[in-house]
């Protein structure tokens, strides 16, 4: 019972801590042609209303490539949040989300940076290119908010409470 129990709260442990602080950095990677681009965001998964940190990598034939101009294209996916969402409506009253244009700066060979915010939660779709020509299109996901870190912790102490509640029964009842 005791073997049951250890592995039980290990195997609880295990999973809060895989869901709270997920695993990887990088949330989408493509290959175009003979480029490869690789996305990654600070925060992990950015959040609707705060800036987030976007990187790039474009490498070519497994080298970085350095001194290129890149612009990205953002726009929302329809259908991808919100109630009206939920009837095939976008947010704005059934119309398209309009795409808007950034650039990003390189920060290191062959790796290109550039901070975003993002108006709403949902799905984005960003195009990415290299001068005028579009190398990649990938999908990133927006959080609506933060994590809401009081419920996480909760959440992980449910598990722990129950565990030493079953420790003190066991230790006042003898038979287990």
């Known amino acids: 019972m005791k073997k049951f129990v250890v592995m039980l709260l290990t195997l609880a442990l295990v999973s809060a801590l895989g869901l709270t602080l997920g695993c990887g950095s990088a949330l989408a990677d493509g290959v175009h042609g003979e480029d490869m681009v690789v996305l990654s965001s600070n925060p992990r998964f950015p959040v609707a209303g705060e800036q987030a940190q976007l990187t790039i ?98 959440l992980g102490a449910v598990p722990l409470l129950l565990a030493g509640a079953l420790a003190v029964i066991k230790s006042v009842r003898k038979e287990w």
Do not use: C
């Open 57 to 154: 990598q474009i490498m070519q034939d497994g080298e970085p490539e350095e001194g290129l101009e890149v612009m990205v294209l953002v726009q929302k996916l329809a259908g991808t949040g919100g109630h009206a969402d939920d009837m095939g409506e976008d947010l704005a009253g059934g119309e398209a989300a309009a795409a808007e244009m950034f650039s990003l700066s390189e920060a290191s060979p062959g790796a290109y940076t550039g901070n975003y915010t993002f108006e709403q939660g949902g799905v984005y779709m960003l195009m990415i290119h290299k001068g005028s020509e579009m190398i990649d299109e990938l999908e990133l996901p927006v959080r609506f908010g933060p994590i809401a870190w009081p419920f996480i912790v909760v």
